[in-house]
């Protein structure tokens, strides 16, 4: 087997794990990888339909690359909804993802928390990209409790949507959000958030005056 055999042997083999990634934005950007790997292979070969076809997935991912980084920050896409702590929505969502959130988040006990809870679904058009439950602790701060993202958007960050891009904070008279103990692979720092002590910590500006 010689080199060029091995590049396109490479180009496949990424094309097929691409296909086996949680992550969309991940999975696009390996996806096209793998294609430009194979166009300049099956070109070599003199392979013209192949060519043709990989052309053409490259021009897809590209379209959907661009739209979804366009898109990541945009509020029309990515909206935070307050739920009822009770709801059966909620509670589904969190029954579903249990064993992925106890990986990310293994201290999360959501029913040992006392009345003084909030909860948000960040939902992109009717799907669920994310959930974030809060409770209220002295001196004006919301202590999250878990801010989830579903597996497919992990590589955003929709909690942005809760935090910095809505009032549903401040407009409940809170001064600082806290972030869970315990989270792993924590984003905060890309979110605007301080880093204190075990935690990240976010001081929300003071209500505009009505």
């Known amino acids: 087997m010689n080199w060029l055999e091995l590049v396109g042997w490479a180009g496949s083999a990424l094309l097929v794990w691409s296909l086996l990634q949680t992550r969309i934005l991940r999975l696009r ?3 096209l990888i793998g294609c430009l790997i194979l166009i300049g292979y099956n070109a070599a070969v003199q392979v013209w339909p192949m060519v043709g076809l990989n052309v053409v997935l490259a021009v897809i991912n590209v379209w959907y690359l661009r739209r979804m980084l366009a898109t990541r920050h945009d509020e ?7 739920v009822g702590v009770g709801d059966q929505f909620l509670a589904h969502t969190l ?11 293994p201290g999360f006990d959501w029913d040992s ?13 009717d799907e669920v990209v994310g959930v974030v439950l809060s409770h209220a602790e002295a001196d004006g701060v919301a202590q999250i409790d878990l801010d989830y993202v579903t597996p497919r958007f992990r590589d955003f960050t929709p909690g942005e ?15 600082r959000v806290v972030s869970p103990p315990g989270m792993r692979s924590p984003y905060y ?9 075990d935690a990240y910590v976010l001081d929300l500006p003071a209500p ?3």
Do not use: C, M, W
């Open 29 to 31: 950007a390996l996806n």
């Open 76 to 82: 029309q896409t990515y909206q935070a909804v307050e």
């Open 95 to 105: 029954r579903v993802h249990a064993a992925d959130i106890a990986k990310f988040n």
């Open 113 to 125: 928390l006392g009345d003084a809870r909030s909860a948000f679904l960040v939902v992109s058009a």
């Open 161 to 175: 949507f809760v935090f910095r891009r809505s009032s549903l904070f401040t407009d409940r008279g809170f001064r």
């Open 189 to 197: 720092h890309r979110l605007g958030f301080r880093p204190e002590g």
């Open 208 to 210: 505009q005056p009505a």
